[in-house]
T-cell receptor
Framework: EAQVTQNPRYLITVTGKKLTVTCSQN?????MSWYRQDPGLGLRQIYY???????DKGDVPEGYKVSRKEKRNFPLILESPSPNQTSLYFC????????????FGSGTRLTVV | GIQVEQSPPDLILQEGANSTLRCNFS?????LQWFHQNPWGQLINLFY???GTKQNGRLSATTVATERYSLLYISSSQTTDSGVYFC??????????????FGKGTKLSVIP
């Protein structure tokens, strides 16, 4: 089944403790991206990647890191999480070009206390 | 950056009714998608439609790129259609067309 898999689905952590949210897709998509969703602010892009070893900042990159060492994986790293990073996170992937509709993962609900 | 406005913000329908959701955007786009976020939080891609008209079952969408708007039609609504509908656009700009900006969404509630 074609899908984007995020882990974990839920995570509660403490301020300053490094964490990684994994994202993997099995559709050979070139493009991958991370979004966060917050009440009243909607979905905002954190980082995106056009292909292996090619990443760039989205609208709200502060406090996050990403890497794209393999085409299928695009992990999101929070080096020192803070409470304002409590949010619902989504990973997405798509093909380039015509018909490049996004496929989203199921989301990761992160709480930083 | 590009602005995306969706209307109405909230919509309550009786099961079986039809509805039209609107998305206005402030600049030329090379990418426009409609998504449904169900009550469990999952985001499902409905249409990739930077221009023209598409249909998928009871749902159809039309984008008039020259006038900078898109419409999502839901016919014979069902309770499973409830959730939030998002429009997202990407500008004319190479890699930028994949950097989608999302509207705030239309929250649809379908009551039996």
């Amino acid at each position: 089944e074609a899908q984007v898999t995020q882990n974990p689905r839920y995570l509660i952590t403490v301020t300053g403790k490094k964490l990684t949210v994994t994202c993997s897709q099995n559709m050979n998509h070139e493009y991958m991206s991370w979004y966060r969703q917050d009440p009243g602010l909607g979905l905002r892009q954190i980082y995106y990647s056009m292909n292996v070893e090619v990443t760039d900042k989205g609208d709200v990159p502060e406090g996050y890191k990403v890497s794209r060492k393999e085409k299928r994986n695009f992990p999101l790293i929070l080096e020192s999480p803070s409470p304002n990073q409590t949010s619902l996170y989504f990973c997405a992937s798509s093909l380039k070009g015509e018909g490049g509709g996004y496929t989203f993962g199921s989301g990761t609900r992160l709480t930083v206390v | 950056g590009i602005q995306v406005e969706q209307s109405p913000p909230d919509l309550i329908l009786q099961e079986g009714a039809n509805s039209t959701l609107r998305c206005n955007f402030s600049d030329s786009v090379n990418n426009l998608q409609w998504f449904h976020q169900n009550p469990w939080g999952q985001l499902i891609n409905l249409f990739y439609i930077p221009s023209g008209t598409k249909q998928n079952g009871r749902l159809s969408a039309t984008t008039v790129a020259t006038e900078r708007y898109s419409l999502l039609y839901i016919s014979s609504s069902q309770t499973t259609d409830s959730g939030v509908y998002f429009c997202a656009v990407g500008p004319y700009s190479g890699a930028g067309s994949y950097q989608l900006t999302f509207g705030k969404g239309t929250k649809l509630s379908v009551i039996p």
